[in-house]
């Protein structure tokens, strides 16, 4: 069966600090890999999506990137963290040649803090 | 573009209430339509889903949602709700420009033993 991974769980940074979290899929091959935020008060926002190693779409231009190094991992990234970038970032994936109809699975998240 | 609203922020309930949580969408046509569930420190799980056929469709644990396209909604209910029910409730559509799901900000709800 397939699982997703998220870590680390929780994590508490100062402003200015560079961040990676990181996400990882077992189970499954070639996954649509998606990561959210959930920011205070407001509901889940796609940030970044990815089809396969390489390829990375944003929705919304932030101080926030994202890479696939290998097929079934996705790690988002900063080099310099804001007090906006706190909030709940969740990773997910879908199958990727099942069409539109496709559930979305999540990972754990994680909580991070910039103080 | 596609959005999503869901009415309520909080809702506090005693057990043995019933449940409706309130979700519109704002785009017509074919939709696909999702409630998901965040327990306190669990992973966001889905409830159920609706993409075609029966309009009322039945989740995990009880929960029902009824697509009505007519008032653009995807309200989720429940006629007897219990502690453990106690979570965050998202309404979602997928309609995103990269097949991404869009989501309601969510409702939090507690219910009192």
């Known amino acids: 069966s397939q699982t997703i991974h998220q870590w680390p769980a929780t994590l508490v940074q100062p402003v200015g600090s560079p961040l990676s979290l990181e996400c990882t899929v077992e189970g499954t091959s070639n996954p649509n890999l998606y990561w959210y935020r959930q920011a205070a008060g407001r509901g889940l926002q796609l940030l970044f999506y990815?089809?396969?190693?390489?390829?990375i779409s944003s929705e919304v231009p932030q101080n926030l990137s994202a890479s696939r190094p290998q097929d079934r991992q996705f790690i988002l990234s900063s080099k310099k963290l804001l007090l906006s970038d706190s909030g709940f970032y969740l990773c997910?994936?879908?199958?990727?040649?099942?069409?539109?109809?496709?559930?979305?699975?999540f990972g754990p998240g994680t909580r991070l803090t910039v103080l | 573009a596609q959005s999503v609203s869901q009415h309520n922020h909080h809702v506090i309930l005693s057990e043995a209430a019933s449940l409706e949580l309130g979700c519109n969408y704002s785009y017509g046509g074919t939709v696909n339509l999702f409630w998901y569930v965040q327990y306190p420190g669990q992973h966001l799980q889905l409830l159920l889903k609706?993409?075609?056929?029966?309009?009322l469709v039945k989740g995990i644990k009880g929960f029902e949602a009824e697509f009505i396209k007519s008032k653009f909604s995807f309200n989720l209910r429940k006629p007897s709700v219990q502690w453990s029910d106690t979570a965050e409730y998202f309404c979602?559509?997928?309609?995103?420009?990269?097949?991404?799901?869009?989501f309601g900000k969510g409702t939090k709800l507690s219910v009192k033993p």
């Open positions: 997910a994936w879908t199958p990727s040649l099942t069409g539109s109809t496709d559930t979305q699975y």
């Open positions: 979602a559509v997928l309609g995103g420009s990269q097949g991404n799901l869009i």
């Open positions: 609706y993409f075609s056929g029966d309009p």
């Open positions: 990815s089809v396969g190693i390489g390829q």
